[in-house]
């Protein structure tokens, strides 16, 4: 079990339900150690201001965890957390080890810019 105030996705249909119900997921899956707690907390000082962007953990050693595991883009990837950033039910970036809030800011405003319309 993950010790974090986020949302736990502990299955693979979770996971699959999570992604197809929300436009913009940040999923973060990794264990309780120092290059992924950093990145917990990043996401759980988001949340308030990044509404429109549904954040949540899964454990890295959980069997079912292979549906962030296994998917090519983190093939290479040599250290965890690894972080999933899904929009309409589609992988549009994926990154690995700590982040920092400035990087993690970067994406999500990169990735889940708001629509404004004028």
Known sequence: MLYTNLHHVMTAAEH????NENQNVMIC???????CIPVYGIMEDLEEEYKHV???DMEFDNPEAYVIRDVPEVRGFMGIPFTMYYKNGKLVKATSSIQSM???RAILDNE???VTVS
């Open 112 to 114: 889940f810019a708001p």
């Open 102 to 104: 400035s990087q993690v």
């Open 29 to 35: 899956c990794g264990r309780m150690g120092p290059m």
């Open 54 to 56: 549904k954040f949540a």
């Open 16 to 19: 699959q339900k999570l992604i």
